[in-house]
């Protein structure tokens, strides 16, 4: 199973694979890790703020709510 794992980050060309007699031996390209963390990050931070805005919206449902609580209590 690892060796397909393997193969998806040498396709990505995050990691390269090289055979050293019957051992393969594989080398993580930090500069790819760059890229991915960075893509990553940018997704992070979409969804971040799209979680702080929501959290403002339900917080004032919330306050609303009450407030009609209190009218027809």
Known sequence: MISKHVAYLVKARIV???KR?????CMLR?????AVS???MSYRRFWEESFDKLDVVVTQMKRAEVGDDKQHG
Do not use: F, L, N
Not at 21 to 25: I, K
């Open 21 to 25: 007699g019957r051992e393969s031996v």
């Open 38 to 40: 960075d893509w990553a």
């Open 30 to 34: 930090p500069e790819a890790i760059k």
């Open 16 to 18: 390269i694979k090289t």
